[in-house]
């Protein structure tokens, strides 16, 4: 089969297209034809081996992520967290899917999505693609999608509050904005000029252009601040939350969290209703996974990149 290959850290040329063994099912797992993934800034942050959390931590978690990721480079040499696609093989123990069905998942720092087939276990984070989203459109809900779900559940937001999005157009943020209204929030989105069309179609309820208006000095106070980008200076969002305010870092709350297959299935009940949908700002043939890098190393993607896997007939 056809995978990308990582053996060192490095810029998008490090990633190569080779010929490796298509894997096998064990017992426990299923194994899956990809027609999906994507590129976010966590993948080229592993990739660069950078956190970004753009503070003095960096140069400490730089030798923690050398420990967990691989000294020189991946361990894992197939990188890519999320898929859609589906179930060509089963194990012999496995019950929930069956051959045939179409499902999304992410592999979290298991990696492997970015080539034609990936193993899963049966109770990992996988679930039935929802029935009214393509393979492109649903394979960012299992990453981007549940880091915003998880997040705004922990601000325990409540109906009618205040809650601004900043980086409203993002891979997170779009998914952010529509979840938090949902909940029932009155939401202010941070964007850009070029953005701001997307994100009111998103359900925002103000927007704010942040090339020409700072949130932190119009005097308005928030019920919670969710930063899907993790660029809010710390000194800045306090004089912005209400006293009861809670504020939320992608960065720092990412790393306390822990995926649910649930939550899985809960997007995908809010997708088929019609209250979550995928923006998709480009999309990439496997084959060009070094350009789509290149293009979200530059940091102003809109939405979600995807990655189309082809399979050729047999």
């Known amino acids: 089969m056809k995978a990308v290959i990582c053996t060192k850290y490095g810029p998008p040329e490090v990633l190569q297209i080779k010929e490796v063994d298509k894997p096998f099912p064990r017992p426990n797992e299923v194994l899956i034809k990809i027609s999906a993934t994507t590129v976010h800034i966590g993948d080229t942050k592993i990739r660069r081996l950078k956190p970004g959390m753009g503070t003095i931590k ?13 000294f020189t480079g991946p361990r894992k040499k197939i990188l890519g967290m999320e898929l859609s696609g589906e179930i060509e093989a089963i194990g012999k ?12 998942a992410s592999t979290e720092f298991r990696f492997g999505t970015y080539a034609q087939y990936c193993c899963i276990r049966e109770n990992g984070i996988l679930a039935v693609k929802p029935a009214n989203m393509t393979h492109e459109e649903a394979v960012p809900v299992s990453n981007a999608g549940i880091t915003a779900l998880i997040h705004l559940r922990k601000a325990n937001i409540r109906e ?17 904005v529509q979840i938090a209204k949902y909940f029932g929030a009155k939401i202010t989105a941070v964007c850009s000029t070029s953005n ?19 949130f932190t000095q119009n005097g308005e106070t928030y019920d919670v601040i969710y930063d899907a980008v993790g660029k809010i200076e710390s000194s800045k969002r ?48 496997l084959e060009e996974i070094v ?21 050729k007939a047999k």
């Open 58 to 70: 960096d140069f400490f978690f730089k030798p923690l992520m050398r420990i967990i990721l691989g």
């Open 93 to 104: 123990e496995v019950t929930r899917f069956k051959i045939g069905d179409p499902v999304f």
């Open 160 to 176: 009618g509050e205040k809650v601004l999005i900043y980086g409203a157009s993002g891979s997170v943020g779009t998914y952010a």
């Open 196 to 214: 701001m069309e997307l994100v009111k179609s998103l359900g925002a309820d103000k927007i704010i252009d942040y090339t020409k208006e700072d």
């Open 238 to 285: 306090k004089k912005s939350l209400s006293k009861s305010g809670r504020y939320l870092n992608v960065l720092t709350v990412s790393g306390n969290i822990k995926l649910k297959v649930e939550d899985l299935y809960t997007l995908k009940v809010l997708c088929e209703a019609g209250k979550l949908k995928t923006v998709i700002d480009r999309r990439y043939p």
């Open 291 to 311: 350009e789509a890098h290149r293009y979200v190393d530059k940091g102003h993607k809109k939405g979600n990149v995807v990655i189309t896997v082809e399979h």
